[in-house]
Structure formats: structure tokens, C-alpha cells
């Protein structure tokens, strides 16, 4: 419940501080008093609209400060640890600043906050109702929530809004997934016949260049033995180097013999040259022989060196890079594979998610189906004691095409009233009058309150258009309600003031400093109390037959 309020420079607001009690709080005063001001100062308090228009004239900034008491189990605590929020358990002080340049501040418990942290957690704690209200149970939008509410069906709820994620989830991956097979399939030609053709020329690293200098020794092996071999008969004619060598080293150890050690240092380094000439002779023979080919060789080593080349330009690639190339191509023919079977597995997922989804669903909708036959009754129980016996109250459930399910299930829902037998059924604020559509919304708060988590209640003139005993009758219905939570009526009905267990009046007089326009409210005792209903049955002039009637009202 909301214990205290306090407003500073909103509109014709100077300063006002108001302390409430449990109940059902009344506030009443004359046309233009400045009742809706305090409305608006409280919805701002909230986390309703407002800018600079708002601020008092004269001033830099508006501010309003709402503080509430809550039991533990508010919904409000679970938005402040979702925040990591600081706060004392049971107490909750909402605040809001609105600059002159239009800029506006939130606040909870001290802590700065965004605007629709602390709209969401005034949504809450406030509920603001009128008969020319066009939210909450005047829009047919928040119909399905507030049945959901009703009904305490949460987990089933919970299940199908995680199946709907799910399916939802799923069901994007499978096209994303569809559609990379669809692009890899329009390629799949094209790498089958790439793959193939790398697979036939089975290229290897380093290759290329292997074949590059054999096919440029090749090209030149012709000539280079041609030469070497003329050097090699140079080496073993008549007149070579290796015949010169061994018919002087003879020589030598002919004369060596007939002088012992005077030759023996030039016969042993002529022999060692005649060996070292002999193994120089023997390697040029076999350089020579190995320049040796068949023409078939160059013609080969060419041709296998143009076809890795020409792959190479083909794939805009090195042709030590092909191997890669081919490792990329067979890849991608796995990931072929692979994406049709995981479009097969996605789909078994889905088609098992949609089942286990409208399953649920269905559920679901039983249950809003069976909620919405114990709304209808409660809320028609409430009809006849508001003077509304031929009119009726029923909860339209829609149901959609699986196509238009939602994560909140099958069902389109519109609360719905018929005023008088046999009258079709239609929309809250398209079939009833002014009166009747206070009457309902009162007989639904009534019955929705009773699982309500909403700590306060405002009704802004729900009681207009209505009198006598319609107006009793209301009072009574607000009276309790207030057990259920605490309510605050403005209302210019003095049977529903005077069900009030508090009463303020809201007035308007000249400011004592420069004589603006001020808008104030005060508590009423007793006397005052009595004299302000008086006033509202009376009119201008209080008589002594309304203060008599408004004693008799008072003794409800």
C-alpha cells in the first residue's frame, strides 16, 4: 500500500504531503478543485508521461515521492534484485524529478534508475482506473494477461512460452540451415568436377619445382655431355693426362732403382696424381652417363609440370597450394553431406518441439476456457448487487489459426458485456453507458482483486453518472474491494464518501504570498468530515436535512 506522498511544484501543487491509511481512502472536492492534478502528480510518482508542462510556473523542477509498504512476496522485490538494487524489506520509495528543460530523473530507494525501471515497477504497486480509461481493463490487449492472472496458472504458462522459444529457435535454425544446403547444393557440380580433376592429377607438395629443375637439366643434358665427353677422351687418348701420368711414373721407378731414395718424394706424389686423375676420369664417366635420357622423360616432366601449373592459374593459387585446394573441395562435399543430414535432424526436432508446443497449447486453452467460465460467474454474481440484474458479463476467448498462436498460447481474449436480455455481446466501452462501465469495471476489480498483487488501487469518478441507490450500491462494492487491497476514489458521490474509513478534501484557494492559485488537500475529522458530505448532497447551500442525511450515511 502506498503510505505517504509528497509533491512539489506540479502544476498548481506548492508543496502537499499526504500520509495514508489501509482502506478505502476517500477524496473529494468541487469541480476544479484540482483532483486530477493529484492524479497526474501520483502517476508520475510511477512512471507515467509527463514533461516540463507539469512544473509549477515560476519553478525549475517538479518532483513527486511515493513511499510504499509491501509484504515480502511483491513481485516489486524480484525487479529490484533483478536491478542488484539496495533496498529495506517492506519498504519502497519510488521518486521522480522533472527538470525545466525537459529532462526527467527516477529514482528507487535513493538510487538513480531508468524511467522504465521505475514504470515497470509502479505498474506494480499502482493501478489508476476511470471510466474514460483506455488502458488496463478497458483495453482488450491486457484482457489475456489479467484472465492468466485470474486463473494462477503460471507454470503451464511458463511451459508454453519456453516451447514457443524453443520451436521459435529451432525453427530459424532449420532455415538458416536449409538455406546453406540450397547454396551449397547450386555449387555442388562444380566442386564434384573440381574434385575430380584434382583427384586425377594428385598434385604433392613441393612437386613443381622438383619437375622444374629436371626438366631444366633435361634441357640442357644434351649439350653438357657432348663437351663432357670430349674432355673425357682428352683425359684417355695416346696423349691424355692419365697416359702421360703412368708412362712417367714407369719412367721414374726405372731410374729410382739405380739411385735407392733419390726419386722416392717424385714417385710418390706422381702416383698420387695418377690415382686422383684416375677417380677424377672415372666420376666425369659417370656425370656423363647419368645426362643420359629418353626423350619421353622431358616430354612427360613437361607435361605433368604444365598441368599442375595450369591448376595453379585455375584455382588463382600456388601449385604447392593444390593439395589445400583439393582438402578444401573434399570439405566442402562433407559439409554437404553433413547439412543434409542436420536439415533431416533439425527438422525431427521441430516437428517434435511443434507437438510437445500445441500441446501445451491446448492445455492452455482448456484452462483459459474453464478461468474464464469462473470469472464470468463471479463477476455476474457482483452485478445485481450494483443494480445491474439483465445485464451480463462474459469472457470471449478467440480462438486463432496455429499459424497466429503466440508465445501466449492459441487464444485471442476480450472481456465482453451485454446489457439487457437477448442483446448481443460487445466490447466494455463500445456497449456500455458511462454508468454501467463504472459499474463493471467495479464488479471486475472486485472479483479480479482477490488475486490481485497490485498494492494499491486508484479510481478516478468511477461512481459518475450514478445515484441513490446505484451509488450505494457502488460504495458498498468499493467498501469491499478495500479488503482486498486499499483503494482511493475520488468520487462526488457522498454514499461512496461515506463508506470512506479516510476522507481528504481536495480544494483551491489563493496563494497568502502572490495570490496564484493553489491546490491543497486536507485530512477530515469527524465535523469537517460530516460538513463535506453535507456539501455533497446539498450543493452550494449546506441545510440542516443534508447534514441529517449525511449523519445517516455516516452510520454505515
Same mark, same amino acid.
Given at each position: 500500500?502506498?503510505?505517504?506522498?509528497?509533491?512539489?511544484?506540479?502544476?498548481?501543487?506548492?508543496?502537499?504531503?499526504?500520509?495514508?491509511?489501509?482502506?478505502?481512502?476517500?477524496?473529494?472536492? =468541487?469541480?476544479?478543485?484540482?483532483?486530477?492534478?493529484?492524479?497526474? *502528480?501520483?502517476?508520475?510518482?510511477?512512471?507515467?508521461?509527463?514533461?516540463?508542462?507539469?512544473?509549477?510556473?515560476?519553478?525549475?523542477?517538479?518532483?513527486?515521492?511515493?513511499?510504499?509498504?509491501?509484504?515480502? %512476496?511483491?513481485?516489486?522485490?524480484?525487479?529490484?534484485?533483478?536491478?542488484?538494487?539496495?533496498?529495506?524489506?517492506?519498504?519502497?520509495?519510488?521518486?521522480?524529478?522533472?527538470?525545466?528543460?525537459?529532462?526527467?530523473?527516477? +529514482?528507487?530507494?535513493?538510487?538513480?534508475?531508468?524511467?522504465?525501471?521505475?514504470?515497470?515497477?509502479?505498474?506494480?504497486?499502482?493501478?489508476?482506473?476511470?471510466?474514460?480509461?483506455?488502458?488496463?481493463?478497458?483495453?482488450?490487449? #491486457?484482457?489475456?494477461?489479467?484472465?492468466?492472472?485470474?486463473?494462477?496458472?503460471?507454470?503451464?504458462?511458463?511451459?508454453?512460452?519456453?516451447?514457443?522459444?524453443?520451436?521459435?529457435?529451432?525453427?530459424?535454425?532449420?532455415?538458416?540451415?536449409?538455406?546453406?544446403?540450397? %547454396?551449397?547444393?547450386?555449387?555442388?557440380?562444380?566442386?564434384?568436377? /573440381?574434385?575430380?580433376?584434382?583427384?586425377?592429377?594428385?598434385?604433392?607438395?613441393?612437386?613443381?619445382?622438383?619437375?622444374?629443375?629436371?626438366?631444366?637439366?633435361?634441357?640442357? *643434358?644434351?649439350?653438357?655431355?657432348?663437351?663432357?665427353? #670430349?674432355?673425357?677422351?682428352?683425359?684417355?687418348?695416346?696423349?691424355?693426362?692419365?697416359?702421360?701420368?703412368?708412362?712417367?711414373?714407369?719412367?721414374?721407378?726405372?731410374?729410382?732403382?739405380?739411385?735407392?731414395?733419390?726419386?722416392?718424394?717424385?714417385? =710418390?706424389?706422381?702416383?698420387?696424381?695418377?690415382?686422383?686423375?684416375?677417380?677424377?676420369?672415372?666420376?666425369?664417366?659417370?656425370?656423363?652417363? /647419368?645426362?643420359?635420357?629418353?626423350?619421353y622423360d622431358l616430354e612427360n616432366a613437361e607435361e605433368r609440370l604444365f598441368a599442375l601449373r595450369a591448376a595453379a592459374r585455375k584455382?588463382?593459387?600456388?601449385?604447392?597450394?593444390?593439395?589445400? !585446394?583439393?582438402?578444401? +573441395?573434399?570439405?566442402?562435399?562433407?559439409?554437404?553431406?553433413?547439412?543434409?543430414?542436420?536439415?533431416?535432424?533439425?527438422?525431427? =526436432? !521441430?516437428?517434435?518441439?511443434?507437438?510437445?508446443?500445441?500441446?501445451?497449447? *491446448?492445455?492452455?486453452?482448456?484452462?483459459?476456457?474453464?478461468?474464464?467460465?469462473?470469472?464470468?460467474?463471479?463477476?455476474?454474481?457482483?452485478?445485481?448487487?450494483?443494480?445491474?440484474?439483465?445485464?451480463? +458479463?462474459?469472457?470471449?476467448?478467440?480462438?486463432?489459426?496455429?499459424?497466429?498462436?503466440?508465445?501466449?498460447?492459441? =487464444?485471442?481474449?476480450?472481456?465482453?458485456?451485454?446489457?439487457?436480455?437477448?442483446?448481443?455481446? #460487445?466490447?466494455?466501452? %463500445?456497449?456500455?453507458?458511462?454508468?454501467?462501465?463504472?459499474?463493471?469495471?467495479?464488479?471486475?476489480?472486485?472479483?479480479?482483486?482477490?488475486?490481485?498483487?497490485?498494492?494499491?488501487?486508484?479510481?478516478?469518478?468511477?461512481?459518475?453518472?450514478?445515484?441513490?441507490?446505484?451509488? /450505494?450500491?457502488? #460504495?458498498?462494492?468499493?467498501? %469491499?474491494?478495500?479488503?482486498?487491497?486499499?483503494?482511493?476514489?475520488?468520487?462526488?458521490?457522498?454514499?461512496?464518501?461515506?463508506?470512506?474509513?479516510?476522507?481528504?478534501?481536495?480544494?483551491?484557494?489563493?496563494?497568502?504570498?502572490?495570490?496564484?492559485?493553489?491546490?491543497?488537500?486536507?485530512?477530515?475529522?469527524?465535523?469537517?468530515?460530516?460538513?463535506?458530505?453535507?456539501?455533497?448532497?446539498?450543493?452550494?447551500?449546506?441545510?440542516?436535512?443534508?447534514?441529517?442525511?449525511?449523519?445517516?450515511?455516516?452510520?454505515?
Amino acid at each position: 500500500m502506498i503510505v505517504s506522498l509528497t509533491i512539489r511544484d506540479i502544476v498548481l501543487i506548492d508543496r502537499l504531503q499526504m500520509d495514508f491509511e489501509d482502506g478505502l481512502c476517500v477524496l473529494s472536492g =468541487e469541480t476544479g478543485a484540482g483532483k486530477s492534478i493529484l492524479l497526474s *502528480g501520483i502517476g508520475l510518482g510511477v512512471g507515467a508521461r509527463g514533461g516540463r508542462e507539469l512544473i509549477r510556473h515560476g519553478k525549475e523542477q517538479g518532483s513527486v515521492s511515493a513511499e510504499f509498504s509491501l509484504d515480502k %512476496k511483491h513481485k516489486a522485490w524480484k525487479l529490484l534484485d533483478d536491478q542488484q538494487l539496495d533496498y529495506e524489506e517492506g519498504q519502497l520509495i519510488l521518486r521522480r524529478v522533472i527538470l525545466k528543460d525537459s529532462r526527467s530523473k527516477a +529514482f528507487i530507494n535513493d538510487q538513480s534508475v531508468s524511467i522504465s525501471l521505475l514504470r515497470s515497477v509502479g505498474e506494480t504497486l499502482i493501478e489508476i482506473h476511470g471510466q474514460h480509461d483506455e488502458r488496463g481493463l478497458l483495453n482488450p490487449s #491486457g484482457h489475456r494477461a489479467l484472465l492468466d492472472d485470474f486463473g494462477s496458472y503460471d507454470t503451464l504458462l511458463g511451459m508454453v512460452r519456453k516451447n514457443h522459444q524453443t520451436l521459435t529457435t529451432l525453427r530459424q535454425d532449420l532455415l538458416e540451415e536449409q538455406e546453406r544446403l540450397e %547454396k551449397v547444393k547450386q555449387d555442388e557440380d562444380y566442386i564434384r568436377h /573440381n574434385l575430380e580433376e584434382l583427384t586425377e592429377l594428385n598434385p604433392i607438395a613441393g612437386e613443381e619445382e622438383e619437375l622444374a629443375k629436371e626438366r631444366t637439366l633435361m634441357m640442357q *643434358g644434351e649439350n653438357l655431355s657432348e663437351g663432357l665427353g #670430349g674432355i673425357l677422351n682428352k683425359l684417355l687418348n695416346d696423349k691424355g693426362a692419365d697416359t702421360i701420368l703412368r708412362v712417367t711414373l714407369r719412367k721414374i721407378e726405372r731410374i729410382a732403382a739405380k739411385a735407392p731414395g733419390l726419386l722416392d718424394g717424385v714417385s =710418390e706424389s706422381l702416383d698420387r696424381a695418377a690415382n686422383e686423375t684416375s677417380a677424377a676420369i672415372s666420376e666425369l664417366e659417370d656425370v656423363i652417363r /647419368n645426362l643420359e635420357f629418353n626423350p619421353y622423360d622431358l616430354e612427360n616432366a613437361e607435361e605433368r609440370l604444365f598441368a599442375l601449373r595450369a591448376a595453379a592459374r585455375k584455382h588463382n593459387c600456388q601449385p604447392d597450394a593444390l593439395t589445400q !585446394v583439393k582438402d578444401d +573441395f573434399e570439405a566442402k562435399l562433407a559439409a554437404l553431406a553433413f547439412s543434409d543430414e542436420e536439415v533431416k535432424r533439425l527438422s525431427r =526436432e !521441430v516437428n517434435d518441439a511443434q507437438e510437445i508446443y500445441e500441446e501445451n497449447v *491446448g492445455k492452455l486453452s482448456a484452462m483459459r476456457q474453464k478461468t474464464a467460465s469462473q470469472l464470468d460467474a463471479q463477476v455476474n454474481k457482483e452485478l445485481p448487487a450494483l443494480k445491474m440484474d439483465k445485464a451480463v +458479463f462474459n469472457t470471449g476467448l478467440e480462438t486463432l489459426e496455429p499459424e497466429n498462436w503466440t508465445a501466449d498460447g492459441g =487464444e485471442r481474449v476480450e472481456f465482453r458485456v451485454s446489457t439487457n436480455p437477448g442483446a448481443p455481446f #460487445g466490447g466494455l466501452i %463500445k456497449i456500455a453507458s458511462g454508468g454501467e462501465l463504472s459499474r463493471f469495471i467495479l464488479a471486475l476489480k472486485v472479483v479480479l482483486a482477490r488475486k490481485t498483487s497490485v498494492a494499491t488501487l486508484i479510481f478516478d469518478e468511477i461512481d459518475q453518472g450514478v445515484g441513490g441507490a446505484v451509488a /450505494n450500491a457502488v #460504495g458498498e462494492r468499493l467498501a %469491499k474491494l478495500a479488503s482486498k487491497a486499499q483503494i482511493l476514489v475520488i468520487t462526488h458521490s457522498p454514499q461512496v464518501a461515506a463508506r470512506g474509513s479516510s476522507h481528504w478534501l481536495i480544494n483551491k484557494s489563493a496563494s497568502s504570498d502572490d495570490g496564484a492559485m493553489l491546490t491543497d488537500v486536507t485530512p477530515l475529522e469527524s465535523e469537517h468530515r460530516r460538513e463535506e458530505i453535507a456539501r455533497m448532497l446539498a450543493g452550494a447551500e449546506v441545510t440542516k436535512e443534508a447534514r441529517a442525511a449525511a449523519d445517516n450515511l455516516l452510520k454505515w
